[in-house]
């Protein structure tokens, strides 16, 4: 019985992986978005990347992965992403050069 729950984390785990990587991926357009100047896709890049970001943190801790020492890298990248994209919104970094 502790294979089959060992096999349950390592495919929930190679899941967060594929949507941590994503999510970073949105991140970057994120930042190509704004540096270019494009207002409606850097919104919507930013709103899909805190939203994503949110929505993962919420159910690692609905699944109790949130407070385990296993997952905690997970929890800080998501995390991380979400910073990242609160404070490039705060100090409107990228922006277009004038």
Same mark, same amino acid.
């Given at each position: $019985?502790?294979?089959? *729950? /060992?096999? /349950?984390? /390592?495919? $929930?785990? *190679?899941? $967060? @992986?594929?949507?941590?990587?994503?999510?970073?991926?949105?991140?970057?357009?994120?930042? !190509?978005?704004?540096?270019?100047? #494009?207002?409606?896709?850097?919104?919507? @890049?930013?709103?899909?990347?805190?939203?994503?970001?949110?929505?993962?943190?919420? #159910?690692?801790?609905? @699944?109790?992965?949130?407070?385990?020492?296993?997952?905690?890298? $997970?929890? @800080?990248?998501?995390?991380?992403?979400?910073?990242?994209?609160?404070? *490039?919104? !705060?100090?409107?970094?990228?922006?277009?050069?004038?």
């Amino acid at each position: $019985m502790a294979k089959r *729950s /060992r096999n /349950r984390y /390592r495919e $929930m785990e *190679s899941l $967060m @992986t594929k949507i941590i990587l994503g999510d970073a991926l949105v991140f970057v357009l994120y930042l !190509l978005c704004a540096g270019f100047g #494009w207002s409606i896709l850097k919104v919507i @890049t930013a709103i899909i990347a805190i939203f994503g970001s949110l929505l993962c943190v919420g #159910w690692l801790y609905l @699944t109790g992965e949130f407070s385990r020492r296993r997952s905690l890298w $997970m929890v @800080t990248a998501f995390i991380c992403i979400i910073i990242c994209v609160a404070v *490039s919104l !705060l100090l409107n970094y990228p922006c277009p050069a004038a």
